[in-house]
Every structure is written in structure tokens, then in C-alpha cells.
């Protein structure tokens, strides 16, 4: 981190915080993620297939991968900086975006997701807060930390993968051999978050989650 200039947090997961930095030679600003130390197995686990994905995938609305190095046992990963995410547009829009915005978002969103699942890759944790939007309103999918390639050979998948407001039924119900739809779930949740400025299946539980998929769904999914 010698090269860099730390200007700040600007965010924070479960495995990681992202920091604002200035290299010190050329002055680009630039995202640090810092993984965790501990637990190490899991961290490094998560750390390392982000950067697979990243290094392997590129794409206009995919956050852009720049350096990778691992210093005193941490990872540290360098990203194209963008310091604003779909969840702060909500909150500047309580009660919803713009119908224009929103169709352009939304394309841009399909795209990048269109891009992963012809990869066959399973993106696990979309949610506003892992979608990026630059000054001039593109978008960047980030966090590919729960990411998965799929695979032909019946592989059993976690279940336990994206934020639970926007987590797909099969998820909540301990379905292990999941798909692509997981990620479509998700999408489906943002668009009408963003058409209504409020979270469309906000479950206090599991349970709870399913109770209110059931009632503003119905159980034909």
C-alpha cells in the first residue's frame, strides 16, 4: 500500500472494506478492496475467486479489475474508482427513479448479466449496493466475491448466497443445485425498488422473507 495514498473508507462487507486511494506517482484515484485477515481459509477463498472472474471477464458494465498484490497476509485488490452505487440513488429518490432512469439502468443491468450467463457464471449477490454508477450513468456490477461458475456435473451450490431481501425462493428453501434465475430474482426485486423507492421483499427472517415472496408473488415460481 506504499504507492498508494489512503483518502478514506468508502465501504465495507463482510469480507473486506474498499478505500479511497490516490496513487502517488500518477494521482489516479482508484478503489482499494482490503480483504480481512481472518478467517483466513474462508478470505482467501472469497479473495481469490473474485480474482479469477475479474482477471478472466471483462466488460463495459463490470467493474474494472486494475492490479492485484497481497501484502502482510492481505489481499488487496485495485478497482477502477466509481463513488456512487444504485443504493444511493434510491436514497436521493425515496420515491422512485424517473421511468427514462430507470429503462436505462435497467438495460444496462440486463447486459451485464446477459454477459455473466452466457459465461455461465452465476453472479450470487446482486443487490444495489453491488451495483455502480459512474458520473455519466454507467453501470458497473461489482462484488463477485460469492460469483460461481456452473457446472455440467450436478455440483452442489451454497445456499447461502445473496443479501436475504433479494434472495430467490429456491435459496431460502435450501435448494442446492440452483441456477441463473437466482440472479434474474434479484433483478426483478431492484426494478420494482427503483420504479417505487421502497424495498420490494424486505424479510426481518427466512421465514418472513418467504411469508411476504407468498403474499406479493403468490407461490407460482
Known sequence: MEMYEDLGPVGEGSYGVVIKCKHKGTGQIVA????????????????????NFLKQFRHENLVNLLEVFKQNRKFYLVFEFVDHTLLQELELHPKGLESRTIKKFLFQIIRALEYLHK???????????????????????????????????GDIYTDYVATRWYRAPELLL?????????????????AVEMASGIAFLPGSSDVDQLYKIVTKVGTCW
Open 32 to 51: 482499494v478492496k482490503k480483504f480481512y485477515e481472518k478467517p483466513e481459509k474462508t478470505i482467501n477463498k472469497i479473495a481469490l475467486r473474485e480474482i
Open 119 to 153: 459465461n455461465n457464471i452465476m453472479h450470487r449477490d446482486i443487490k444495489p449496493e453491488n451495483i455502480l454508477i459512474t458520473q455519466s450513468g454507467i453501470i458497473k456490477i461489482c462484488d463477485f466475491g460469492f460469483a460461481r461458475t456452473l457446472t455440467t456435473n
Open 174 to 190: 435450501g435448494d442446492s443445485k440452483y441456477g441463473k434465475p437466482v440472479d434474474i430474482w434479484a433483478l426483478g426485486c431492484i
